[in-house]
């Protein structure tokens, strides 16, 4: 299917990429299905990824995994939240929180505190807040993402 989206164009979306979020997400209620998207040209996926709606192109938001810049990220999330994804395992859990890339990127920040949580297999998603003084809104990484870029290689 073809899909408008706010940095790639049109793209060709295979509908099975499709994640549904029945509650929408903060903000967005009434916008429900959402794919993860990336430039593909590396051929790798890169880090910071789009969770990007499909039937409003503008509503684009950055994404990345906060394992990737907070490893011990592990918030207590109760179950009745996460009930509407199906059966969660460590094989189909995604985990991604928002970003906020500021004109100066040494400001990059993301939002531990309303992680993104899917069911890979089942396509379904919701958003989650978590009520831990632990997780901030704006969790500051650029450090973070810098020591990954070492560690790859400089790329």
């Not at 199906?86 to 189909?92: F, H, R, S």
């Not at 009520?131 to 870029?149: G, H, N, R």
Request: hydrophobic share 40%; charged share 30%.
């Amino acid at each position: 299917m073809l899909v408008k989206t706010k940095h790639f164009g049109e793209i060709d979306l295979d509908e099975d990429k499709i994640i549904t979020f029945d509650e929408g997400i903060l903000g967005f209620a009434d916008y429900k299905r959402y794919a993860i998207i990336y430039d593909n040209e590396s051929g790798e996926r890169p880090d910071i990824t789009w969770l990007q709606n499909i039937d409003e192109p503008a509503l684009a938001i950055p994404v990345v995994s906060p394992f990737l810049i907070k490893p011990d990220f592990n918030p207590t999330v109760e179950d009745e939240l996460l009930a509407s994804l199906g059966e969660i395992t460590p094989e189909n859990l995604v985990v991604l929180v928002s970003v906020t890339v500021p004109s100066d990127v040494s400001k990059i920040s993301a939002n531990l505190r309303a992680p993104f949580v899917i069911n890979a297999d089942q396509k379904k998603g919701c958003q989650v807040i978590v009520d831990d003084a632990d997780y901030e809104v704006k969790y500051y990484f650029y450090e973070q993402l810098q020591a990954i870029k070492a560690e790859k290689g400089g790329k």
